[in-house]
């Protein structure tokens, strides 16, 4: 059961895949220790310029020589609104003064390229023939999956619900990863709504395995052995596992991150877009608490992304947790601060044990 | 696996609870039909006199001579206030006219009457000595756990969270009944936020499991032997289901509400607290879409279940499921319609096959 046809695709020795957490928590060397001691390390490419994506991969390579994975994001059409910017900046101006932040003008980002820099993502991808490219917030065209099924890159997409996994499957994907409601950070969810996207693993496995044939990845609140082997049982194939590593000793999240993890409990996370204009899942802070009412009025991502970027950057150089995105999770209270390889053994010794 | 501390102590030969769903859903032929086979059955009682109860414990005896045991809900206080009732009234109105209700007057809860009933309910379950009994909404009282040991009846309390199943345990009850997000029907949350309280079982489970001796009984989103495998393996003994007995022949739910079961996908559930003034999860209708924005201003349980009464069950009497509370877990579409004792079986014997 550990062995299965998913460590033989992405040619890997364990069922386990290092969720491509973006924004410097999977630094080049987590992805590589990952790789390293037999699961698969993902860059998480979602905020990388294709230079530094292609950088990023080359150093990775110079640290491995096992399969490792790309994680990019879809990017959708947006459109920036004045009044909607103006509105959200008024909400967070007085962040800024705490924090003592006196920006000339923010960046917003633009559209076309946003989608120019994903199309040259890609390029690098194949150019540097990264063996493993997953997707989030969407799914690519038809013409990028069929040019990496020419390539020999195995394409991975990110789905909530029944509907978004066989879409994938349509496409001619080859395997699922299914983000269920307990999952920390943005969601993946992009033909459902937030709401109907948040269903919990234990539901959502069995569903989607009753109806795709391509291999499911399980994410969302696995932390061990027990959360491996259960979601084996449902119907997956693999586990994908983040906040799991974001707090082993080889990831570059914050330390104060780490800290918070270590010391949340269940219920202490919640789902926010007032960090990028996106749901996500993260450990309650004054933040969140203070935007809660204003969910609904912030601009869509990566917009809003864009507004908080310096108030999360500044919030981390002051050391104070109260205006940084502490994605976690469900199970943030199983984690623990060890290295990756300790992790990694961890793991499959306790699915051995579980499962007898 | 499959034979442990929890069937040897609840005297079953499968881990298996039926959910005592209330309201004439499992009927006593249900409960019956579960502990004739090897699995336990369970009285919703919550909506019951305590004559009522007695007379369907001793049919359930009748039919079986298996362990059986009764669900309570814990009273809460409440109070009622007119504004809030007539708030509510103005809302629902629109609905007793489409169905044509001319109620003179609705008989409104009383608290002190409820505390009695649940007191009398108590003494029943002596009398009757009836052999297990669960709690949801709260838990009983430290006399009432200590007449139950005193009597030999197992107490089972229901938890959302890991601070509530700690409670459960330090209160001396012998078993926990967790509820994760996927669940259907009534959340059993008393110590936590509703929002707080939305946790996935894949979390859920093995951080009670790491904070809790006494043994644990998975509910939420379980319907066939993947699920019950996979709540064993994540750190629980058993597992609860409601939904998959539901639909059994046996169960006494509107057929409508099966059908609307057996017809629905993942993501169509949500939670409302227009039904009853308490949250719960069922299949969207109209009634739930009509009411969405106004959730926050029902008066609480069980007050605003007092003002729909008449409305779900007019609309059951006329065949319209659009505003009777169709309560379902996510995992609906994995929904059969069968006997009980297919059911079992096929849990069982999957079970089996994924344990290998």
């Excluded at 943030?332 to 990756?340: K, M, Q």
Aim: charged content about 20%.
């Amino acid at each position: 059961m550990l062995e299965n046809e998913i460590t033989k695709l992405l040619n890997i020795n364990y069922p386990i895949i290092q969720a491509p957490m973006a924004g410097g928590i999977a630094t080049c060397s987590l992805v590589a220790a990952v790789s390293n001691n037999g699961a698969l390390g993902m860059i998480g490419a979602g905020y990388m310029s294709p230079i530094q994506l292609r950088e990023q991969i080359r150093e990775v390579k110079q640290l491995t020589s096992n399969n490792f994975g790309v994680n990019l994001f879809v990017p959708g059409e947006f459109e920036i609104f004045e009044n909607d910017v103006e509105m959200a900046n008024s909400l967070l101006n007085r962040f800024r003064e705490e924090l003592n932040i006196h920006e000339e003008k923010i960046t917003l980002p633009n559209m076309e390229n946003a989608f120019q820099s994903y199309m040259e993502q890609i390029q690098v991808v194949i150019e540097e023939k990264v063996p493993i490219c997953s997707f989030t917030f969407g799914v690519p065209n038809a013409d990028i999956v069929a040019e990496f099924k020419l390539e020999g890159i195995i394409s991975i997409g990110t789905a909530t619900t029944v509907e978004e996994a066989v879409s994938i499957e349509k496409l001619g994907m080859d395997v699922v990863v299914l983000q269920g409601s307990e999952a920390g950070g943005h969601r993946g969810n992009f033909l459902s709504g937030h709401e109907e996207s948040l269903i919990g693993l234990m539901s959502l496995i069995p569903q989607v395995a009753d109806n795709v044939c391509i291999p499911i990845v399980a994410a969302g609140g696995i932390m061990d052995g027990r959360g491996l082997m259960a979601a084996l049982n449902l119907g997956a194939k693999a586990v994908q596992m983040g906040t799991a590593f974001l707090t082993c000793e080889e990831s570059g999240a914050n330390p104060l991150h780490k800290e918070a993890i270590m010391h949340s409990k269940d219920g202490d996370t919640t789902f926010t877009r007032a960090f990028s204009g996106k749901w996500a899942r993260g450990i309650k802070n004054k933040f969140i608490m203070e935007m809660e009412e204003h969910e609904d009025s912030f601009p869509n991502f990566p917009v809003q992304n864009s507004l908080t970027q310096l108030i999360r950057k500044e919030s981390a150089i002051q050391n104070n947790i109260e205006y940084m995105s502490l994605w976690s999770g469900q199970s943030a209270a199983l984690a623990r601060i060890e290295t990756v390889e300790e992790l990694v053994k961890r793991v499959m010794d306790e699915a051995r044990k579980v499962n007898r």
